[in-house]
């Protein structure tokens, strides 16, 4: 088995589903945990001037989504078939976007407009989306297939994130998301 080394800031943020991947498949790998102070130096040496980056026998992948899709390929978690990996990617960006809206709220400077995307964020935009969402769940319980995939794995850890921050709908209201 390959050696991994995942290298990020000592923190959750796009590191945490490359983590998660790791966890639910019990592959083992190195968790580099970097401090700011550190990060200069290491900086001009990745791919992109970015982290998280994943060592797979000392060559280099960054990209966080695709980190998390080359783990979940290995472990088996990326959908059985081409359609069902097509359905992982599409709920990927789906939570995505989630997510990149969530990051729009919580990063506004201008408290007054804050407040009012705030608003819009937890009584509009997320109760529609999880409308949608609880659509795409199939009858198992899981969005793809009849186990675990990577597509689950993203829309737990991303949920976890805003849920830390924004008021999340009651995940009652929708059947398929509670299973």
Do not use: H
């Amino acid at each position: 088995m390959p050696a991994y080394k995942l290298t990020y800031f000592n923190g959750r943020g796009t590191a945490e589903i490359v983590r998660l991947v790791f966890a639910a498949a019990g592959i083992a790998y190195e968790d580099v945990r970097l401090e700011q102070d550190k990060w200069p130096e290491l900086k001009p040496k990745t791919p992109m001037g970015q982290v998280p980056i994943l060592e797979v026998d000392g060559t280099m992948l960054c990209q966080s989504n695709s980190i998390a899709r080359y783990v979940a390929k290995v472990a088996g978690l990326a959908g059985k078939t081409p359609m069902e990996q097509a359905r992982v990617d599409m709920i990927m960006d789906v939570m995505d976007d989630m997510g990149k809206k969530g990051n729009a709220v919580f990063w506004e400077k201008d408290e007054e407009t804050k407040a009012e995307k705030k608003k819009e964020y937890e009584e509009t935009f997320l109760p529609q989306f999880f409308t949608c969402v609880n659509k795409l769940v199939g009858d198992s319980g899981y969005f793809v297939g009849n186990e675990l995939t990577l597509a689950d794995i993203t829309y737990f850890n991303t949920t976890n994130l805003v849920g830390n921050y924004f008021k999340l709908p009651n995940v009652d209201e929708f059947s398929g998301l509670k299973k």
